[in-house]
């Protein structure tokens, strides 16, 4: 029966073999069939890592935001024709990402699932952060609206309070700074704030420090893919 590989791709650009495994990667290209986020990501990742010149080979289907419940189900056809790989834009696929609607639908459909090896901006956040790696929580993205955006930072902080716990969330890159400001605008000085922008790349930023000593920094995110991680004191 074929299978559903969960493909990992690097957090931005560079050598995919410098973050991505060689098991993972023999697996990759030996698949002749894709679901992906972005035609055009897909296709200079899977060139990039060794597939230059096959590319049109190859067959790829989309599966974004947009996608409606009956074009995924209508994925399931692409499973006749052997294994499927699955690739989001960046990181690991079905975290944060459209692509869990086909692996919810391939569990349904008794379809082994297989998950492959390679970089979590979360997990890698989490890591260098210094926060507590034992109780934690991904929330995702926060509300887009300023008022509603610091009601959500409040609530988390007060859960990470009570529960002790790290609380992981993301935002838009555009956003970036405006998210910081509101969360200096409303988060308690001790609660210790971690950014940590472009993992795995050269221009790689992860700094932890107190609300307080955030405050007094003149420090731009920029428009940089970035994981925000808090924890009340």
């Known amino acids: 029966m074929s299978k559903l590989y969960l493909i990992p791709s690097p957090l931005g650009e560079g050598n995919p073999a410098e973050v991505i495994p060689p098991s993972t990667l023999n697996i990759m290209l030996g698949l002749k069939t894709f679901v992906v986020e972005e035609f055009r990501t897909a296709r200079r990742y899977l060139s990039a890592a060794g597939l230059k010149g ?12 947009h ?13 006749e024709k052997g294994d499927v790989g699955l690739i989001s834009e960046a990181g690991l696929p079905a975290v944060a990402d459209p692509g869990a609607a086909l692996v919810e639908l391939c569990h349904d459909a008794g379809i082994e699932v297989v998950p492959l090896v390679g970089p979590s901006s979360l997990m890698l956040a989490l ?8 109780c934690f929580a991904f929330k995702g993205y926060l509300p887009a609206k300023t008022d509603d955006r610091k009601a959500a930072i409040r609530k988390m902080e007060k859960e990470s309070a009570t529960l002790g716990q790290t609380q992981i969330f993301i935002e838009t890159p555009y956003r970036n700074d405006s998210l910081l400001n509101d969360m200096k605008d409303s988060l308690s000085g001790s609660t210790r704030l971690c950014i940590a922008a472009d993992l795995t790349l ?32």
């Open 127 to 134: 890591m260098a952060s210094g926060l507590n790696g034992q």
């Open 54 to 65: 096959h590319i049109d080979e190859l067959e790829f289907q989309l599966l974004n935001e």
């Open 67 to 79: 996608s409606s419940p009956a074009e995924v189900k209508a994925l399931l056809g692409i499973f």
């Open 202 to 233: 050269e221009t790689q930023t992860i700094k932890t420090a107190t609300v307080t000593e955030w405050r007094k920094m003149n420090f731009c995110i920029g428009k940089r893919p970035c994981v925000f991680l808090i924890l009340a004191q």
